[in-house]
C-alpha cells in the first residue's frame, strides 16, 4: 500500500499568512494527488485535484504543486473560514489512502 | 438539493451485522446515477480519513481496504440511484462516521471524491 506522510500535523497561524502543507508518498504516484479540507462535524470538500488543478469554486489563493512523491498545499492568504484539517489523498494505486491530516489552527 | 443522504448506522454489538444506504439524488445523478464510480470513506471518533470500499459505475469492478475485506460487501442498485454497504463480523474499531462519495474521474484517470454525504454514524460496543 501506498503511505501518505502530512507535515506538518498540526499548524498555527494568523489571519493572512502563507501557509504550507507537505505530503509525502512512500512510491512515485505521478500527479493522481487530491487534497481535501473538512471543518469540524463537517464532511470533507475537494479542494484540488490532479495535484495542482483548483476545483470550481475553490478561492484562488489555494494552490497545489508536486509530481512523483513530494507535494504541497499552499494557502496565500489565510482566511478565517481556512482554519480546519487539510488531507491529501493518493489517487495512483488502490487502496486509495489519505495523509493522516494536518490541522490548521488560529494561533 | 440534497445530493447524497447515507441511512442504516447505529449501535451494534461485536460480531454483529449492520447495512448502510446511500441514496443519490439531484442534478448531478440526473438522469443516471450509473456513470459514476462510488466509495464509501469512514472517519473513527477524532481520527483522520480511511477509504473503505470504492464500486465501478456498472457495479462489476469492487475494491476494499485490507481491513474489511471479506467482511464488507460494496453494491449498488443504479434503478434505483442506490450504494450500498453490507457489514458483517463487526468489530470495536468499525467504529466511525461512514461517509458515501462519488468519484469525480478525468478521461483516464480518477481524480479525487467531489461529492459527500453527511456521514452515518456507526458504534460497534457490547
Known amino acids: 500500500d501506498i503511505q501518505l506522510t502530512q507535515s506538518p500535523s498540526f499548524l498555527s497561524a494568523s489571519v493572512g499568512d502563507r501557509v504550507t502543507i507537505t505530503c509525502r508518498a512512500s512510491?512515485?504516484?505521478?500527479?493522481?494527488l487530491a487534497w481535501y479540507q473538512q471543518k469540524p462535524g463537517k464532511a470533507p470538500k475537494l479542494l484540488i485535484y490532479?495535484?495542482?488543478t483548483l476545483q470550481s469554486g475553490v478561492p484562488s489563493r489555494f494552490s497545489g504543486s508536486g509530481s512523483g512523491t513530494g507535494f504541497t498545499l499552499t494557502i496565500s492568504s489565510l482566511q478565517p473560514e481556512d482554519f480546519a484539517t487539510y488531507y491529501c489523498?493518493?489517487?495512483?494505486?488502490?487502496?486509495?489512502?489519505f495523509g493522516q491530516g494536518t490541522k490548521v489552527e488560529i494561533k | 438539493e440534497v445530493q447524497l443522504l447515507e441511512s442504516g448506522g447505529g449501535l451494534v454489538q461485536p460480531g454483529g451485522s449492520l447495512r448502510l444506504s446511500c441514496a443519490a439524488s439531484?442534478?448531478?445523478?440526473?438522469?443516471?446515477?450509473?456513470?459514476?464510480?462510488m466509495n464509501w470513506v469512514r472517519q473513527a471518533p477524532g481520527e483522520g480519513l480511511d477509504w473503505v470500499s470504492a464500486?465501478?459505475?456498472?457495479?462489476?469492478?469492487?475494491y476494499y481496504a485490507d481491513s474489511v475485506k471479506g467482511r464488507f460487501t460494496i453494491s449498488r442498485d443504479n434503478s434505483k440511484n442506490m450504494l450500498y454497504l453490507q457489514m458483517n463480523s463487526l468489530r470495536v474499531e468499525d467504529t466511525a462516521v461512514y461517509y458515501c462519495?462519488?468519484?469525480?474521474?478525468?478521461?483516464?484517470?480518477?481524480?479525487?471524491?467531489?461529492?459527500w454525504g453527511q456521514g452515518t454514524t456507526v458504534t460497534v460496543s457490547s
Open positions: 489523498q493518493q489517487l495512483h494505486d488502490y487502496p486509495w489512502t
Open positions: 490532479a495535484a495542482s
Open positions: 512510491q512515485g504516484i505521478a500527479i493522481y
Open positions: 439531484g442534478s448531478t445523478f440526473s438522469p443516471s446515477f450509473s456513470p459514476y464510480a
Open positions: 462519495t462519488k468519484m469525480f474521474a478525468g478521461a483516464s484517470s480518477y481524480h479525487g471524491m467531489d461529492i
Open positions: 464500486i465501478s459505475g456498472s457495479g462489476a469492478s469492487t
